[in-house]
Structure formats: structure tokens, C-alpha cells
């Protein structure tokens, strides 16, 4: 999923592809993919407009991805992002996660919970897990 609809360029690398980058040129050791935009799955599947749970770990693209949620009326009651806490307040930032408080983190993977909906507060969290 993208800002727009064609295609991208992958490239893996480190352990278990965590450091894998997307590139919009072709780039050595780099794989062609196509790529989606947003408004163009809302147009396929109507109903993700509104849903529980989103997940995005998009290789550096999270941004692009998340500029394009802004443009529709999407809800998601949960949505988790693999980002570092570097870019935690300038993703927070974005309208399209206006409607969403970072809650937890464990390093990785932040929660953002819907404001408008009330989440039990959780006290014992797993191993490795914070509140933000």
C-alpha cells in the first residue's frame, strides 16, 4: 500500500530483512513491486473503511502510506505502526493519526489507540512493553 497507485522498488538486506528500504528507481540488489494507494483498495473493498485493527510495517514508507489515510473517512479502532522513537512525534503528527493516542511501545511496534473509544487501562503489560 502507497500514496499512490503503479509501482516501487524493494531492497532486503540485513537480518531477517530489517533493514529492508523502498525506492522509487530501480537501485542495486533492488526488486520490482507493484504498489496500491489507498483510495484505490477503498474503492475495491468498501467496507476496510472502517475497521478494528491496522498494522503497518511498510520498510520506510509509513509516512507516504499514512498521507494517503488523511484523504478518506477511515476509522480504525487500534492501529499499530513499526516505527523507531525518533520518528514516534513527527508520525503522531499526521491527520491521519489525529484520532489515535500512542499508548504502548516495545521499541518496535507503537499502539495507537482510537481517542474516541474507551480502552481498558492495562496494568500488567508483557515483557518488554511500556506505556508511552
Not at 502507497?2 to 529492508?20: A, F, K, M, N, P
Not at 472502517?50 to 489515510?69: A, Q, T
Amino acid at each position: 500500500m502507497s500514496d499512490t497507485s503503479g509501482y516501487i522498488y524493494l531492497r532486503d538486506v540485513g537480518y531477517e530483512h530489517t533493514l529492508s528500504s523502498v525506492y522509487n528507481k530501480d537501485v542495486p540488489k533492488s526488486h520490482k513491486v507493484s504498489k496500491t494507494s489507498f483510495d484505490d483498495i477503498i474503492r475495491r473493498y468498501p467496507n476496510f473503511i472502517d475497521i478494528d485493527l491496522l498494522s503497518i510495517d511498510f520498510e520506510g514508507y509509513k509516512k507516504e502510506v499514512l498521507e494517503d489515510l488523511k484523504n478518506n473517512n477511515f476509522y480504525a479502532k487500534i492501529i499499530i505502526l513499526e516505527i523507531n522513537k525518533r520518528n514516534l512525534s513527527t508520525l503522531s503528527n499526521l491527520d491521519a493519526l489525529k484520532n489515535q493516542t500512542a499508548k504502548y511501545t516495545n521499541g518496535v511496534n507503537t499502539f495507537f489507540l482510537n481517542k474516541n473509544l474507551d480502552f481498558p487501562c492495562i496494568d500488567n503489560l508483557p515483557e518488554g512493553f511500556l506505556a508511552c
